[in-house]
């Protein structure tokens, strides 16, 4: 047994290379690698205009759709319960969906899928504004800045979604938490014992 153990690791990491290099999802990007997202404005359901810009200040998962493609009908469930859970931490789900027949197909859809996040009707201009979009789902991953911090083409795992979030959201935090905690560290170091 021991004398296969060395193949099969081996074929484990051949196999885990192949998964990583064919994936389609990307790490969040370094901030300083992040390029802005291309503002636009397109309507909503009600008609009323949607700027990306109005959501600086929240981390965004700007997810162009159609109704027709499979892999969307997937990820959308779990938009809706990111768009649920997240949404009081600073987080919005945007979804421009590219349907041809516009809010005919659209609207109905909506209903239907109980979809608890705002979605636009998308053109070109907006498609080539973000490389072309041509596949379907493609979604970016907005930091709170309104830069372009992560990219996905085609399906990607829930969880892949999830680690974008909590990272994005995390990063402010995590720096005021992570200056806070080395404040008791150094005063305890120079021998203060307030703590009751």
């Given at each position: 047994?021991s004398?296969?153990l060395?193949?099969l690791v081996a074929?484990?990491?051949?196999v885990?290379?192949?998964?990583s290099?064919?994936?389609?999802?990307a790490?969040?990007?370094?901030?300083?690698?992040?390029r802005?997202?291309?503002d636009?404005t397109?309507?909503?359901v009600?008609?009323?205009p949607?700027?990306?810009?109005d959501?600086?200040g929240k981390v965004?998962l700007?997810?162009?759709w159609?109704t027709?493609?499979?892999?969307?009908?997937i990820?959308?469930?779990w938009?809706?319960?990111?768009?649920?859970?997240?949404?009081?931490?600073?987080f919005a789900?945007?979804?421009?969906?590219?349907d041809?027949?516009?809010w005919?197909v659209?609207?109905?859809?909506?209903?239907?899928?109980k979809i608890?996040?705002r979605?636009?009707?998308?053109?070109?201009i907006?498609?080539?504004?973000?490389?072309?979009v041509?596949?379907?789902p493609t979604?970016?991953m907005?930091?709170?800045?309104?830069?372009?911090?992560?990219?996905?083409?085609g399906l990607?795992?829930?969880?892949?979604?999830q680690?974008d979030?909590?990272?994005?959201?995390?990063?402010?935090?995590?720096?005021?938490a992570?200056?806070?905690a080395?404040?008791?560290?150094?005063?305890?170091?120079?021998?203060s014992a307030?703590?009751k």
């Amino acid at each position: 047994m021991s004398r296969f153990l060395p193949a099969l690791v081996a074929g484990l990491l051949a196999v885990t290379a192949c998964e990583s290099t064919g994936t389609v999802s990307a790490a969040v990007k370094n901030a300083k690698d992040r390029r802005p997202a291309p503002d636009f404005t397109l309507k909503d359901v009600m008609g009323r205009p949607v700027k990306l810009s109005d959501y600086k200040g929240k981390v965004v998962l700007l997810n162009f759709w159609a109704t027709w493609c499979g892999p969307c009908k997937i990820e959308i469930p779990w938009f809706v319960e990111f768009e649920q859970t997240y949404k009081d931490s600073g987080f919005a789900v945007l979804g421009i969906s590219m349907d041809e027949e516009g809010w005919e197909v659209v609207k109905p859809y909506l209903e239907k899928s109980k979809i608890n996040y705002r979605v636009v009707i998308g053109d070109d201009i907006t498609a080539q504004q973000y490389g072309g979009v041509d596949s379907l789902p493609t979604s970016f991953m907005l930091d709170r800045e309104g830069r372009i911090a992560s990219t996905h083409i085609g399906l990607v795992s829930k969880g892949s979604y999830q680690n974008d979030i909590k990272t994005l959201l995390g990063t402010a935090v995590s720096k005021t938490a992570a200056v806070a905690a080395a404040r008791p560290a150094a005063s305890g170091a120079s021998g203060s014992a307030s703590a009751k």
